[in-house]
């Protein structure tokens, strides 16, 4: 067990529709990060926060947003659903930013029929 | 961009075996990570090793930060280290994690 908790484990929406998927830190951990394992394009970055505070931007879509929030847990805002968002979503932790060790949690799959 | 290549893509060995996975990398990094992915999607993290050497029972690895790879090593393969192996890797001035492609190991009872 990491110490990252994510929720829901498994979600199965419909196109066009939103959801939304959480991610609670380490305890003690600032950092939190978004990742997306799709099957054709394998593990790629989302973004990133700090303390609260957006520090980097991968390959998000603009129909995501994501934020952290005082108690550092994080939400992942995922809209108009298409079905090609159908993904594991992982979210990571860390102490800090660089040259910390990312510690990662169960993820959410999500389905888009 | 960094790229991370690794090899091999497929292996599969019988229960017992030993096995070293390589992980490439272009460019000089602050932060090496392995991971195994179980048949159930979770990411389980195995190593943090920029540089050196670290062993953690039948597992080791050794990153070679100036030549730019790092190997992970398998010993006694138990049926349960199925599943794919990813190298991760993170640069300064980029806080993400640049993944390679993986490599799917299937260990045959």
């Known amino acids: 067990d990491s110490g990252v908790t994510q929720t829901p484990k498994h979600l199965i929406t419909a196109t066009g529709q939103r959801v939304t998927l959480r991610c609670s830190p380490r305890?003690?951990?600032?950092?939190v990060y978004w990742y997306q394992q799709s099957l054709d394009q394998g593990l790629q970055f989302l973004i990133q926060?700090?303390?609260?505070?957006?520090?980097a931007k991968g390959n998000i879509l603009e129909r995501f947003s994501a934020q952290q929030f005082p108690d550092l847990h994080s939400e992942l805002n995922l809209s108009s659903l298409e079905l090609g968002d159908s993904a594991l979503y992982f979210c990571?932790?860390?102490?800090?930013?660089?040259?910390?060790?990312?510690?990662f949690g169960p993820g959410t799959r999500l389905t888009v029929t | 961009g960094i790229q991370v290549e690794q090899s091999p893509p497929d292996l599969i060995l019988q229960e017992g075996a030993n096995s070293t996975l390589r992980c490439n990398f272009s460019d000089s990094v602050n932060n090496l990570q392995w991971f195994h992915q179980n048949p159930w999607g979770q990411l389980i993290n195995l190593f943090y090793i920029p540089s050196g050497t670290k062993q953690n029972g039948r597992l080791s690895a050794t990153t070679v930060a100036t030549e730019r790879y790092s190997l992970l090593y398998i010993s006694s393969s138990q049926t349960t280290d199925s599943g794919v192996y990813f190298c991760a890797v993170l640069r300064d001035s980029n806080y993400q994690l640049i993944w390679g492609a993986g490599t799917k190991l299937i260990i045959k009872p």
């Open positions: 990571a932790s860390s102490a800090y930013d660089l040259e910390r060790e990312q510690y």
């Open positions: 926060y700090y303390n609260g505070e957006e520090r």
């Open positions: 305890s003690g951990d600032l950092s």
